[in-house]
């Protein structure tokens, strides 16, 4: 087992989640340093069947401010899990599409905007917010302030916004607690929110359950919330936030500002858009139980079953350069999706076990002309079944799919033939229509 040497001096602990948090009585450490408080802090432990990791750089320095080691997080990856390709449950994507949270918090609930040239008093918060969050199609999770009451302070009309806003079939209404460095939604509580500013040497640990931290922008010119820069993080990004979902947290009082109910406005409207996979947060909270079951059993060189995964649906594998899915060999995927040297797996949520194998790209296969690959998909799919020519899924919802095939397909919906539209080499998609009730979606090559 590695050993970090010369890392005595006290550390200054930065926040963040499953970032060296106080060791659990009932884990077995892998590394340890101590904070400020001289409180060891395990940058690695075990707890059962699960390892925990550091997923940031801690740098160690000593009383002359002189940088004694730097940990770096693939150091420790590999220290423990070797080279080359790693399985682990991923918590970013669906189908191919990122993952998308938005929160709802009724901090300033009643406040009101500065006063207009028509009226007196400015619009109230709660209005902004039920004329915003009302209107998007996309999942809204609702913070109530206490699990004990209904109402919203003492305010008639206030009450009445957010029992009107929480009944809405997007909206998901869960009790908001405030707990040290952040706040936690349901109850049970489904999901906790690290504060961006709560850190130093007395972080509260995050190992025990897992947490989600808020995307976070410094307030600034015209922007004295600092939603703009946190929606633009989610915009502008290319690629996946390294293990959470986008997720946009809205206190009622950023809408007081017109640049904030801008930004609120063209966040969701991105979460409810095909770029997406916008969750309801108690699916999500299952996606995350599902990741601390899953059993990810390796069956020969790099191939694996997985095991326990509940509503866990997505499997990541990390340093997958010159590797790709042995499709030939496994068995309950839908497809998969490459950023840069990361695959994400889309399992079949009707597969009780999925089997996954890689090979390496240069190996020789025989290619089979009538595969066909998931690479994004908008509406739920499950039940894949590859037979012969055909490829036929149960499709639910509505949106784009895109699809890898070596040929033009013909997509049928039910007896609904689908326009097939060209995107990139071996890339095709199809729309399907607004349809609430399951579907079959066959997808034929070469047949005759």
């Known amino acids: 087992m590695p050993q970090w040497r010369g890392i005595r001096a006290p550390l200054e602990i930065p926040p963040g989640r499953l970032l060296a948090p106080r060791l659990p009585l009932d884990a077995e450490p892998l590394i340890t340093i101590p904070g400020l408080d001289e409180v060891e802090r395990a940058l690695g432990f075990r707890r059962g069947a699960q390892t925990w990791l550091s997923e940031l750089t801690m740098l160690a320095k000593d009383s002359r401010g002189v940088a004694l080691v730097t940990v770096d997080p693939d150091q420790i990856v590999a220290a423990f899990t070797g080279d080359g390709p790693r399985a682990v449950p991923d918590l970013a994507m669906f189908q191919g599409l990122r993952i998308a949270l938005a929160i709802l918090l009724t901090d300033g609930w009643r406040l009101r905007a500065p006063a207009s040239g028509r009226?007196?008093?400015?619009?109230?918060?709660?209005?902004?917010?039920?004329?915003?969050?009302?209107?998007?199609?996309?999942?809204?999770?609702?913070?109530?302030?206490?699990?004990?009451?209904?109402?919203?302070?003492?305010?008639?009309?206030?009450?009445?916004?957010?029992?009107?806003?929480?009944?809405?079939?997007?909206?998901?209404?869960?009790?908001?607690?405030?707990?040290?460095?952040?706040?936690?939604?349901?109850s049970p509580p489904l999901l906790r929110l690290s504060h961006p500013s709560f850190g130093g040497p007395k972080?509260?640990?995050?190992?025990?359950?897992?947490?989600?931290?808020?995307?976070?922008?410094?307030?600034?010119?015209?922007?004295?919330?600092?939603?703009?820069?946190?929606?633009?993080?989610?915009?502008?990004?290319?690629?996946?936030?390294?293990?959470?979902?986008?997720?946009?947290?809205?206190?009622?009082?950023?809408l007081l500002d017109m640049s904030g109910q801008l930004a609120a406005m063209r966040a969701l409207e991105l979460h409810a858009s095909d770029a997406?996979?916008?969750?309801?947060?108690?699916?999500y909270a299952g996606w995350l139980e599902g990741a601390?079951?899953?059993?990810?059993?390796?069956?020969?060189?790099?191939?694996?079953?997985?095991?326990?995964?509940?509503?866990?649906?997505?499997?990541?594998?990390?340093?997958?350069?010159?590797?790709?899915?042995?499709?030939?060999?496994?068995t309950g995927i839908l497809g998969t999706s490459r950023y840069g040297p990361t695959l994400f797996v889309a399992l079949d949520p009707a597969s009780s076990a999925p089997f996954l194998a890689l090979r390496s790209t240069t190996a020789a296969v025989t290619a089979d002309p009538a595969f066909v690959e998931v690479v994004e998909a908008g509406?739920?799919?499950?039940?894949?079944?590859?037979?012969?020519?055909?490829?036929?899924?149960t499709a639910e919802g509505r949106g784009q799919i895109k699809f890898r095939s070596s040929a033009k397909p013909a997509v049928k919906l039910g007896r609904l033939s689908l326009e097939v539209v060209p995107t990139e080499s071996d890339l095709w998609h199809v729309s399907l229509?607004?349809?609430?009730?399951?579907?079959?979606?066959?997808?034929?090559v070469g047949c005759p």
């Open 119 to 186: 009226s007196s008093l400015g619009q109230p918060a709660y209005a902004l917010a039920k004329a915003i969050f009302g209107e998007t199609s996309a999942p809204v999770s609702f913070g109530w302030p206490d699990a004990t009451t209904d109402k919203i302070g003492s305010d008639a009309d206030a009450t009445d916004a957010g029992h009107a806003l929480a009944t809405l079939p997007h909206v998901s209404a869960l009790p908001a607690y405030n707990i040290a460095g952040g706040i936690s939604l349901g």
């Open 203 to 254: 972080a509260t640990p995050r190992a025990g359950s897992s947490a989600i931290s808020e995307l976070v922008g410094p307030p600034g010119f015209a922007d004295p919330t600092g939603l703009h820069a946190r929606a633009a993080a989610v915009a502008r990004s290319d690629t996946p936030w390294p293990s959470s979902p986008d997720v946009l947290v809205i206190r009622a009082r950023d």
């Open 276 to 283: 997406r996979a916008a969750m309801k947060i108690e699916r």
């Open 292 to 330: 601390l079951s899953a059993q990810i059993v390796p069956e020969g060189p790099y191939a694996w079953r997985v095991q326990n995964r509940g509503a866990l649906n997505t499997l990541r594998i990390d340093r997958a350069e010159g590797w790709v899915i042995d499709m030939s060999r496994s």
């Open 379 to 393: 509406p739920e799919l499950s039940n894949v079944n590859r037979e012969g020519c055909q490829t036929v899924f």
């Open 433 to 444: 229509p607004t349809r609430a009730a399951s579907e079959t979606l066959s997808i034929a």
